[in-house]
């Protein structure tokens, strides 16, 4: 299982009503409703991963997350995720401020865009990296905003957000020995987890 799911499964209540923007196939529901007993809902549109979320018992809701979320009430949940997939979004301010309206909380993953590696490939290669944390090329990358945890501590304040709990992930030796010195150089995932001010 991915370490940011164990990270964000520690995060999580017990019990706690939990909506999953971009779930993909649902694993990451599926562990919480079975580890946490989750009440919740994954919202996705690719059809492959709806699919998949119905055979494994998720409840899914086939919408876009950049059509808003009106549909749902303020602060309906407890917990809204979303795991490696905000900076696919057009704008994932606006994403991120109606995750803090429907949620009292909301949990947050992204690829850190700042790791040593990915700077030294473009500082050598003169091209954008292409690796195990970012595997595809510039032209066909679903990764349209190019994320670093200092960008998303900015954003937090614009959006008058409070950092509750922020996590470096590596995988590395030498990213995890140095991960909490400097995140943003050695971290290679970033996780918040964070409320409205």
């Known amino acids: 299982m991915r370490l940011d799911y164990s990270i964000v499964a520690d995060w999580v209540q017990p019990g706690a009503q939990v909506l999953d923007l971009g779930c993909g196939d649902g694993s990451l ?3 919480l409703q079975e580890e946490k007993r989750v009440h919740g809902y ?7 991963n709806i699919l ?8 899914v809701i086939e919408q876009d997350i950049e059509k808003g979320l009106n549909n749902f009430e ?4 407890d917990t809204v995720i979303m795991s490696q997939a905000i900076q696919t979004l057009q704008r994932p301010d606006k ?3 109606e995750m803090l309206r429907i949620g009292r909380e909301a949990i947050i993953t992204f690829p850190n865009f700042g790791h040593w590696k990915a700077r030294l490939h473009l500082a050598f290669n003169g091209r954008m990296p292409v690796s195990d944390l970012l595997p595809y090329e510039w032209y066909n990358t679903p990764n349209i905003h190019f994320c670093t945890f200092e960008d998303f501590d900015v954003l937090c304040r614009e959006v ?8 470096v992930v590596a995988t590395y ?3 995890r020995a140095l ?3 400097h995140p943003n150089l050695f971290g290679e995932t970033a996780l918040y987890r964070i409320r409205r001010d």
């Open 29 to 31: 529901l599926q562990r």
């Open 42 to 48: 994954g919202l996705e549109i690719n059809e492959e």
């Open 52 to 59: 998949r979320c119905v055979q494994n018992g998720i409840n």
């Open 74 to 77: 303020d602060k309906r949940f």
């Open 95 to 97: 994403a991120l401020a």
């Open 160 to 167: 008058n957000a409070s950092i509750i709990n922020r996590e």
């Open 173 to 175: 030796s030498l990213g």
């Open 179 to 181: 991960r909490n010195l």
